[in-house]
Each structure stands twice: as structure tokens, then as C-alpha cells.
């Protein structure tokens, strides 16, 4: 027969034991947790310096086609954002680094003109021949319109080096999702600053961009 001193003492023990699972349960979740933190701050702290990296280069060089990504207009008239993209690409056009621009960019609720039309004329009246001009008025965001401007560059049989021009901060994301679109791209910036919260937003979308894929990202913004 057992003594009763000793089964108590037993049950005591179990009690204990058992006792003990749950709090070391809640130590490795909290640890897990704080691991995933850590992971990705340090993550996004990365893309940001990758970012901001990014948006101090220039990479212009002889391509097959200058595409400027799309920016608000007025009514038919760039606005100051759209007006330096489209001076910088007239610029690379002029020192002769690709015989084409194509200007990207459809419109906004109760616009009568697309960017890319906007884009069209300022280029016109600065004594671009049409024929040197490719108009894209296809997408809402940076990833439709390329998607769109690779189409376009196929179809014509133009090939696929492009120099995106945008402002500084854009350059990471555009480039990658050129990349994924089949276009190869280098990027040559406005003379545009870029504030801290136009690059915390572009490390967001990056980021992203790289999780999911560049095409679902652009629909997440709808």
C-alpha cells in the first residue's frame, strides 16, 4: 500500500510540473515574437538604405527607348513634378541617348487630358518630332503603365533597354517593377529632393513589391 505522505507528494510534483509548461509556452512565443520584430525592422531598415541608395544615382546610358513615368497635369499642362520629368528626358533625348520617349500616364475623374497627352505636347512644342514620341495612356500606377509600355516597345519591335526617368525616390521600386514587367532599366532622376516621407513610403512598397510581387502590390492600392 502506498503511503498517503507520498503520493502527495507526488501530486505536488506533477501539480508543479505542469504548472510550469504554460509559462515557458508564453516564453518562446514572446521570444518568436520579438524575433520576427527584430527581423523585420532590420529588413525595412535595409530597403530604406537601398532606397535612399538608389535615388542619388544616375544611370543614364544609350537605350532603346527614354520612358518618363506619369505625374499630375493641369487640364493639357504638366504640372511642376511632370514638367522636370519631361525636361530630363528631353534632355537625354537631346544628348542623343535614345531616338524614342515615350510618355506614360492616363487621367484622373474629371480630367479631359491623360498625362501621357500632356507629356505629348509639352515634348511637341519643344521641337521633338512626333514620330520620336511613343504615347501610353494605359495604367493607373507605375506597374500598369510599364506593364503597358513593355507591350507597346514589343509590339513595335523597339527593343527593351529603357532609362525610366521619375523623381529620386522612385528609382528602386520602378526599376524592379521594369523587371518584372520583362524591360531592362536604368533610371536617370529629376533634379527634384525627395522628403523622408516620400522614401518611407517607397520602402513600404518595395518591400511589398518583393513579398508579393510587384503586379498584386499595384492592386492593393485600388
Same mark, same amino acid.
Given at each position: 500500500?502506498?503511503?498517503?505522505?507520498?503520493?502527495?507528494?507526488?501530486?505536488?510534483?506533477?501539480?508543479?510540473?505542469?504548472? *510550469?509548461?504554460?509559462? &515557458?509556452?508564453?516564453?518562446?512565443?514572446? %521570444?518568436?515574437?520579438?524575433? %520576427?520584430?527584430? =527581423?523585420? %525592422?532590420?529588413? =525595412?531598415?535595409?530597403?530604406?538604405?537601398? /532606397?535612399?541608395?538608389?535615388?542619388?544615382?544616375? &544611370?543614364?546610358?544609350?537605350? #532603346?527607348?527614354?520612358? /518618363?513615368?506619369?505625374?499630375?497635369?493641369?487640364?493639357?499642362?504638366?504640372?511642376? /513634378? !511632370?514638367?522636370?520629368?519631361?525636361?530630363?528626358?528631353?534632355?537625354?533625348?537631346?544628348?542623343?541617348?535614345s531616338p524614342i520617349i515615350v510618355t506614360t500616364g492616363s487621367?484622373? $475623374?474629371?480630367?479631359?487630358?491623360?498625362?501621357?497627352?500632356?507629356? =505629348?505636347?509639352? =515634348?511637341?512644342?519643344?521641337?521633338?518630332p512626333e514620330n520620336s514620341i511613343l504615347v501610353v495612356v #494605359?495604367?493607373?500606377? $507605375?506597374?500598369?503603365?510599364?506593364?503597358?509600355?513593355?507591350?507597346?516597345? $514589343? #509590339?513595335?519591335?523597339?527593343?527593351?533597354?529603357?532609362?525610366?526617368?521619375?523623381?529620386?525616390? *522612385?528609382?528602386?521600386?520602378?526599376?524592379?517593377?521594369?523587371?518584372?514587367?520583362?524591360?531592362?532599366?536604368?533610371?536617370?532622376?529629376? #533634379?527634384?529632393?525627395?522628403?523622408f516621407s516620400q522614401l518611407i513610403r517607397e520602402t513600404a512598397?518595395?518591400?511589398?513589391?518583393?513579398?508579393?510581387?510587384?503586379?498584386?502590390?499595384?492592386? !492593393?492600392?485600388?
Open positions: 500500500m502506498q503511503c498517503p505522505a507520498l503520493k502527495s507528494k507526488r501530486s505536488g510534483n506533477i501539480l508543479s510540473t505542469n504548472g *510550469h509548461r504554460p509559462v &515557458q509556452l508564453r516564453k518562446f512565443i514572446a %521570444i518568436a515574437l520579438l524575433s %520576427i520584430i527584430l =527581423l523585420s %525592422i532590420s529588413y =525595412l531598415l535595409i530597403v530604406f538604405f537601398q /532606397v535612399w541608395l538608389n535615388s542619388a544615382r544616375d &544611370q543614364a546610358r544609350p537605350v #532603346d527607348a527614354i520612358v /518618363v513615368l506619369g505625374a499630375a497635369q493641369w487640364d493639357g499642362v504638366p504640372s511642376p /513634378v !511632370l514638367e522636370a520629368r519631361l525636361e530630363k528626358a528631353l534632355k537625354l533625348y537631346e544628348e542623343g541617348l487621367k484622373q $475623374t474629371g480630367d479631359r487630358f491623360t498625362e501621357a497627352y500632356a507629356g =505629348l505636347t509639352y =515634348l511637341l512644342e519643344r521641337s521633338v #494605359d495604367g493607373n500606377n $507605375t506597374f500598369e503603365s510599364l506593364s503597358a509600355t513593355a507591350n507597346v516597345l $514589343t #509590339d513595335r519591335g523597339i527593343g527593351n533597354k529603357v532609362i525610366l526617368v521619375s523623381d529620386p525616390y *522612385h528609382a528602386l521600386r520602378a526599376k524592379e517593377i521594369a523587371h518584372e514587367v520583362g524591360l531592362q532599366a536604368w533610371f536617370s532622376p529629376t #533634379d527634384l529632393s525627395s522628403s512598397g518595395t518591400s511589398v513589391g518583393r513579398m508579393i510581387g510587384f503586379r498584386k502590390a499595384s492592386n !492593393l492600392s485600388k
